[in-house]
């Protein structure tokens, strides 16, 4: 067991697999002798080579198209898109050509990409740094989503993306870089969760809050504070937006009665909205108030100024909270 932050369990993440297998290289702009921006690939460059750790030109649609390529040769590329607003340029490829090439070809072609993006705000940037483009992505069939939110997921899920014969968009919550957790490097196979399914990290009996990625320690913050009042909130960590695991929450939903979804994502058409849905579906006679979503607000992401006013907060989850307790 180690304690390291999320950057450097993503680090040793990928280090393990391309010490595992020789076909995985990383491709991305200043990756290699920088390190990326924020250091996630620091060292590796000095260690594995120019050949595997390719410095990239300025120009996602590139990075993706050629990733493509050579995953189709053999490859199994790792993409960094510096900042997840930088990933626009390289949507068409993403959706139209990684996320449709198994179908395409009735299962005759794989394409192992993964893309790694961090995401999310409270880092205050400027435009295009702090956006949660996810479920644009888990809206496309073909693409796998998935977002950690601690540093011994980190380390996993990285390697088990990497492995998978579909394209992954893998998700890194920025604010949370370096928040440090407790990694077992040293898990066997069958001993590592995989890598679509939920967990609980909170046992509760009044309401079940599920979260993913950067709000899932607002989540357990908010259980927190809720359970100095005495009520019970049950914390469920999505980790996979698509496939989502909505037998782990169903479960949760049974047990509790009540469920609030938390993001930082607009909550209009959001991953919220489906969890609710299905959930809704699922468990309507479990429920004993309507599903309560608490994200951001169907607007583009302002300024780092008044970010804190956009963001989820606990007093905006324990709100919602109060309103599924009341209902």
Known sequence: MERMPIAKAINAGLRAAMDRDPRVLLMGEDIGRLGGVFRVTDGLQKDFGEDRVLDTPLAE?????????????????????????????????????????????????????????PAGGGIGSVEHHSESPEVLFAHTAGLRVVYPSTAHDAYWMVQQSIACADPVVFMEPERRYWDKGDVDTDLGPGQVTPLHRARVLRPGTDATLVAYGPTVKLALDAAAEAAQDGTQLEVVDLRSISPLDVDTVAESVRRTGRLVVVQEAPVFHGAGAEIAAQITERCFYSLEAPVKRVGGYHLPYPAARVEEHYLPSVDRVLDAVEQALAA
């Open 61 to 117: 649609a590139g990075i993706v198209g050629t990733a493509l390529g050579m995953a189709l040769r053999g490859y199994r590329p790792v993409c960094e898109i510096q900042f997840n607003g930088f990933v626009y340029p390289a949507f068409s490829q993403i959706v139209t050509q990684l996320a449709k090439l198994r179908a395409r070809s009735r299962g005759r072609l794989s394409v192992p990409v993964v893309i790694r993006m």
